[in-house]
């Protein structure tokens, strides 16, 4: 059977018309994906998250990057947003990279909790050699220039746990369990920002906490409204205490 995740397409059927593309109601990765980026942004971008630890998500960094993958100075024209674009080559690269070695939707349905929980934790654990910088990449995410692309990156990621963990589920309650799980992820990746301990064990132990809370009102579409707009109000102070304003 082909692995399938549902679209927006799946509960609104009427809206595809014969004289416009629609979306499908499943992908499938028996079809290799199209690369996101060019082969010359990828080894610029590519290279230019190396120097993120010590550049930070900075024109630097970007510069750095073109020179060690043999391109002048001014190959940094390539990317019109600057160093927006390395957080979201950094974003989309370690989205795609779940699908890699995937947790397994063999088992019964009761394991795509625990499933969510891994993808998600393995996706924070890829931002640990630049985590001291990520607040930086808080930053020009939450401008409002690059706001629709973050959002739409998170929504895609949350897609993307949903169907790596096993869901299945086109009605209703996977939208509102799609933005409750990009409401918990995005805090949980603020909250490791500021983790001191061994192995960022209080974001796993965060991570599980509100995973367990979101599981609670899974089955109320409205519960789960409710409560993601909390968390998502939290998540906006979190972010102002630190300085990055949205």
């Not at 024209?77 to 995937?102: C, E």
């Not at 983790?195 to 991570?207: A, G, I």
């Not at 609670?216 to 102070?237: E, H, N, R, T, Y």
């Amino acid at each position: 059977m082909v692995n399938s995740k549902p679209c927006h397409a799946a509960l609104k059927p009427s809206s595809c018309v014969r004289s416009k593309p629609c979306r499908r109601l499943y992908h499938s990765y028996e079809h290799e994906r199209p690369p996101p980026f060019a082969p010359t942004e990828s080894r610029i971008l590519s290279a230019a998250l190396s120097h993120v630890p010590t550049h930070g998500f900075a024109t630097a960094a970007l510069i750095q990057g073109a020179r060690d993958a043999g391109y002048l100075d001014v190959s940094t024209n390539l990317f019109p947003t600057g160093p927006f674009s390395i957080v979201n080559y950094h974003l989309v690269t370690q989205r795609l990279a779940l699908a890699k070695d995937a947790p397994s939707t063999n088992d019964t349905a009761n394991n795509i909790s625990e499933n969510i929980r891994t993808l998600a934790l393995r996706r924070l654990h890829a931002n640990k050699p630049i985590i001291h910088r990520w607040q930086e990449a808080l930053a020009l995410l939450t401008t409002p220039a690059h706001l629709p692309t973050s959002l739409r990156e998170l929504a895609l990621l949350s897609d993307e746990f949903l169907f790596l963990a096993g869901s299945t589920d086109v009605t209703s309650t996977w939208y509102t369990n799609r933005a409750g799980l990009a409401v918990i992820y995005a805090s949980a990746e603020l909250y490791m920002t500021t983790d001191m301990s061994k192995d960022f064990v209080e974001t796993e132990e965060f991570l599980t906490r509100r995973l367990a809370e979101g599981e609670k009102v899974k089955g109320l579409v409205g519960g789960v409204g409710a409560w993601a707009g909390m968390q998502a109000g939290g998540l906006v102070d979190g972010l102002r205490s630190k300085g990055i304003w949205i």
